[in-house]
């Protein structure tokens, strides 16, 4: 979680300071839902993810310079500067396919199931999206096909819609749904389909695992919302950073400027597990901050590689278009 | 040598390359669309059943499906059936299939097949009468062959399975009936590899699939009147063989391009523009093109056979190009 965390407000400052252009999307604030349900994977299930990609593949192990250095459009990326933010994959960490439409993913990953199904492989997919993915017709397309070929296939949506900073609860998903709660719509092909506080990582685990379990079962595709609450750096336009990151705001939330802090106090996923630990002596608040601090360190120097990695020779451009 | 017709090559084909390579699937169609012959697909059913699957009526989803899961290791051949309905299939054939290999920096290969019968087949009318290669021409990523004789048909299905890339395969259903002669141990016939149909020394007239039975025929007729017409069928439109057509130019001077996409930004302008670019100098007078003409596909036969590249519309464009 302190990895996402850091890794993005970094990539903000890099935004800003102008070292790439391009526009991005952040997954701060779902470090609860995502870091918890991968750790339930086995390490050669498929993955797909969208354009809030970061935080997944980091999750999964993703190098962090690596990450840096496609998002910068530079030779050492991940995907060698040909996809950027919205299309990082790592086919070795399961990740083959990002894609920058939202509902886009959401066929392939039935694709991934099939094809596991039918080489009698065990893997299960996952399919990591957020609300509005439910609004495009792939969505329900892909669910009937799931449902119909008992594909081994979960759904993990992320909403993190649910209320943003001021708005009254569960008044504002940011998605435009006749069918809500967003369960109705895999409900209806017969998809077990479940909500949860995806702020929550014990929470998340728990579900994740049971979910896991059945679909590696062979008892079909399984649907999870999983909700959180929007990040104020999320709200605008252009990502923005309201308040750096730092252990102690598990506590004292008194120096994040006042619009933002309700988020900070009560919203946030990684100062929420942080008190968790703390609270159930897993770990010292020290020990915590000794941790944050070893990985603001390895992503300073992620930063540091992925600012001096080369541009891509232009010809490149001609290259691995066919294989 | 023996001589089949063109839906038992085909099928040939597909028993062939099933029985050879389990990771093919099928995934919708019969890959014979209306045709009588349907009952050989029954056969095939019969043997591989399990490899087979009959999807709802989701171009978007199983076209998602067969993509995902041709990103796992499989080898799925998609039957769009009616060529416009590919349409429906669109963000994730022209959106997907053909960006990922190049957005993952070469790492996710996508060993796809989308099966479609194009063009004008009597009484389609306009949603099913579509010629959808042109637009698929301008979507980098994606290979496209266009057989239009059984021994084409065999070969260039055996390539397109076999390749690692997306595939679109332009078939018509006018072809299905034709027979011709298939060489004993025929071999796949490598992509890119433009084929004369008919050799000739006074005009060069490039066709594509059922348009190259036309334009034989038409070339049988000019004969008569002592001009002698060489046919060159590319026989995939990615790659493209331009060599082969240069070589050709190179001996009569004269071109004529017919096919059955429509005429604006349509297959035929597109070979007019690199023989405009390449091969000007070899020319004796202007390029002509005979294509469909630009509106939607009327349903009356004598409306429907009026836009289309006709054997008399043929015959008039070889009778201009060598006044």
């Known amino acids: ?323 | 040598m023996r001589e089949l017709a063109y839906y038992e090559a085909k099928f040939e084909a597909l028993e062939e390359i099933m029985a050879a390579d389990e990771r093919v699937h099928l995934i919708n169609g019969t890959f014979l669309s209306l045709s009588p012959y349907r009952h050989v697909y029954q056969n095939l059913k019969n043997k591989y059943g399990d490899r087979m699957i009959s999807p709802p009526i989701s171009e978007l989803g199983f076209c998602g499906l067969a993509t995902g899961a041709a990103m796992a290791g499989l080898r799925p051949v998609v039957d769009l059936s009616t060529g416009s309905f590919i349409y429906e299939a669109w963000p994730q054939v022209a959106n997907e299939a053909a960006n990922a290999f190049s957005m993952s920096g070469g790492q996710t290969r996508v060993p796809v097949v989308f099966h479609l019968f194009h063009g004008l087949r009597g009484g389609g009318a306009a949603q099913h009468s579509g010629s959808p290669q042109a637009m698929l021409w301008n979507c980098p990523g994606l290979e496209i062959a266009i057989p239009s004789s059984p021994r084409d048909v065999k070969g260039l299905l055996k390539t397109a399975v076999a390749s690692d890339n997306p595939t679109i395969f332009v078939d018509h259903t006018r072809l299905l009936d034709m027979r011709g002669e298939i060489p004993d141990n025929d071999k796949p016939i490598p992509f890119g590899v433009a084929d004369v149909k008919r050799k000739g020394s006074d005009v060069t007239l490039i066709a594509t699939s059922y348009t190259v039975q036309v334009s034989l025929q038409a070339a049988a007729k000019l004969a008569k009147e002592n001009i002698d017409v060489e046919v060159v069928d590319p026989r995939t439109l990615v790659p493209f063989d331009l060599a082969t057509i240069l070589t050709s130019i190179e001996k009569t001077h004269r071109v004529v391009i017919a096919d059955e996409t429509h005429q604006s930004c349509g297959v035929a302008a597109e070979i007019a523009a690199r023989i405009a670019e390449s091969g000007f100098d070899k020319l004796k007078t202007r390029i002509r093109r005979v294509s469909t003409l630009d509106v939607p596909v009327p349903y009356s036969p004598p409306l429907e056979a009026h836009i289309g590249p006709s054997e008399s519309r043929i015959i008039d464009a070889v009778r201009a190009a060598v006044a």
């Open chain 1, 1 to 323: 979680m302190f990895v996402i965390r850091h890794f993005e407000e970094n990539l903000v400052s890099l935004h800003d300071k102008g070292v790439f252009g391009g526009h991005y999307h952040l997954y701060v604030g779902q470090e609860g839902t995502g870091v918890p349900a991968i750790s339930c994977l086995r390490s050669d299930d498929y993955l797909f993810t969208t354009h809030r990609n970061h935080g997944h593949l980091l999750a999964r192990g993703a190098e962090p310079k690596k990450l840096f250095a496609e998002i910068l459009g530079r030779a050492d990326g991940l995907n060698k500067g040909k996809g950027g933010s919205f299309h990082s994959v790592a086919p070795s960490l399961g990740f083959l396919h990002s894609s920058g439409v939202v509902a886009g993913i959401i066929p392939l990953s039935t694709g991934t199931a099939y094809a596991s199904k039918a080489q009698k492989n065990g893997r299960i997919t996952v399919c990591l999206f957020g609300d509005g993915s439910l609004e495009e017709g792939a969505a329900p397309e892909a669910f009937n096909l799931a449902s119909l070929l008992k594909l081994p296939v979960l759904f993990l949506c992320e909403n993190n819609g649910k209320y943003g900073a001021g708005r009254a609860a569960a008044a504002a998903q940011s998605s435009s749904m006749a069918a809500y709660p967003l369960t109705d719509l895999p409900k209806a092909y017969k998809i077990p389909a479940q909500q949860i506080d995806g702020m929550d990582a014990g929470l998340v685990h728990a579900t994740i695992s049971e979910a896991v379990t059945k679909i590696r079962a062979g008892e079909g595709p399984q649907f999870i919302e999983a909700q959180t609450v929007r990040y104020p750096g999320s709200e605008t336009n252009w990502p923005t950073v309201p308040q750096p990151t730092d252990t102690s705001l598990a506590w004292d939330v008194s120096s994040v400027p006042e619009k933002a802090r309700e988020w900070y106090r009560s919203c946030d996923p990684l100062l929420i597990y942080i008190r968790e630990l703390a609270e159930n002596e897993q770990a010292s608040r020290d020990e915590i901050a000794g941790i944050e601090r070893q990985v603001k360190g390895e992503i300073a120097a992620a930063v540091e590689f992925a600012v001096n990695s080369p541009y891509p020779k232009p010809e490149e451009a001609e290259k691995d278009f066919f294989a």
